[in-house]
């Protein structure tokens, strides 16, 4: 897509610097969101960032597009993080956050990559890079359209109990 490589590393390098100062710029933006939002919603948000990411990864073919679709993920990662944060403070003993966190997102996360790294890798070899991409973010959306009726939501007040009024006598 570039004249030589050396302008397309020179390109990216600079695309890489912009992505960095814009997730530092929206980490500052990223918990007021999630305060509006909610922590289930922020999560869906960011997954949903995150599915036309990947869609979009697999209908764009030129070096503008290319980089904003690469720049969508400087905004879904601070929703990400805040958000998991957030879910985790809220449904969990706020103790354990850090624990959560890091074995139940980090290392998932790298057990996932690396087990479906070859069979990602088969889909590239078999229906190319567009199509595989595709498949990728219609499973993404998939998880996603899961996760909203799975994920609890507990910024939403319960209903209140019934008052009776039962006395209770000391005997």
């Known amino acids: 897509m570039f004249p030589s490589v050396e302008e397309g590393n020179r390109f990216y390098g600079y695309l890489n610097s912009a992505q960095v100062f814009v997730e530092a710029g929206l980490m500052f933006v990223a918990p007021y969101v999630v305060n509006r939002v909610g922590a289930k919603n922020g999560l869906l948000l960011s997954g949903a960032i995150m599915a036309l990411r990947i869609i979009a990864s697999g209908l764009v073919d030129d070096a503008i597009s290319i980089s904003m679709v690469k720049l969508l993920h400087a ?21 354990l956050s850090a624990t959560i966190y890091l074995i139940g997102f980090n290392v998932m996360s790298q057990v996932i990559t690396t087990a479906l790294s070859s069979l990602v890798g088969e889909m590239y070899d078999t229906f190319g890079f567009a199509n595989a991409y595709l498949v990728l ?3 993404v959306s998939l998880n996603v359209a899961i996760s909203w009726r799975v994920l609890e939501d507990k910024n939403k007040v319960a209903p209140a109990l019934p008052q009776t009024n039962l006395k209770m006598s000391r005997d």
Do not use: C, M, Q
């Not at 944060?85 to 809220?90: A, D, N, W």
């Open 75 to 95: 905004v879904e990662l601070p929703l990400l993080l805040v958000s998991i944060f957030k879910y985790i403070t809220v449904n969990f003993d706020a103790r």
């Open 137 to 139: 973010g219609i499973v």
